[in-house]
Nanobody
Framework: VQLQASGGGLVQSGDSLKLSCVVSGRAFRNYAMGWFRQAPGKEREFVAAVNWYDKYYSDSVKGRFTIARDNAENTVYLQMNSLKPEDTAVYYC?????????????????WGQGTQVTVSS
């Protein structure tokens, strides 16, 4: 299984970005997908996740970010609006071991290479 994330970049505060992650392998629809991020000097933190029937967000991004998946294209997206400097981080696409999704980093079995998002003030 390979995860290829893209869409990061340098934007100004208040701008939007859309991250994409294409996942290889079979039965994409059977697994939870998510995004984590890691800022310099900080631990990786949960951002958002999606499974068969629900979506989950961290409190810091709720109302600004939207996660979506296209099972026909084996792709998960993260639409990020109203970006803030504190959103600056490397964003990682992740795939769960099952359809179960959570904020726990241990739930996720596969990780992409990360894409840098930088928000200037």
């Amino acid at each position: 299984v390979q995860l290829q994330a893209s869409g990061g970049g340098l934007v100004q505060s208040g701008d939007s970005l859309k991250l994409s992650c294409v996942v290889s392998g079979r039965a994409f629809r059977n697994y939870a997908m998510g995004w984590f991020r890691q800022a310099p000097g900080k631990e990786r933190e949960f951002v958002a996740a999606v499974n068969w029937y629900d979506k989950y967000y961290s409190d810091s991004v709720k109302g600004r970010f939207t996660i979506a998946r296209d099972n026909a294209e084996n792709t998960v997206y993260l639409q990020m609006n109203s970006l803030k400097p504190e959103d600056t981080a490397v964003y990682y696409c992740v795939r769960g071991a099952t359809h179960y999704s959570s904020t726990d980093i241990g739930t996720y079995e596969y990780w992409g290479q990360g894409t840098q998002v930088t928000v200037s003030s």
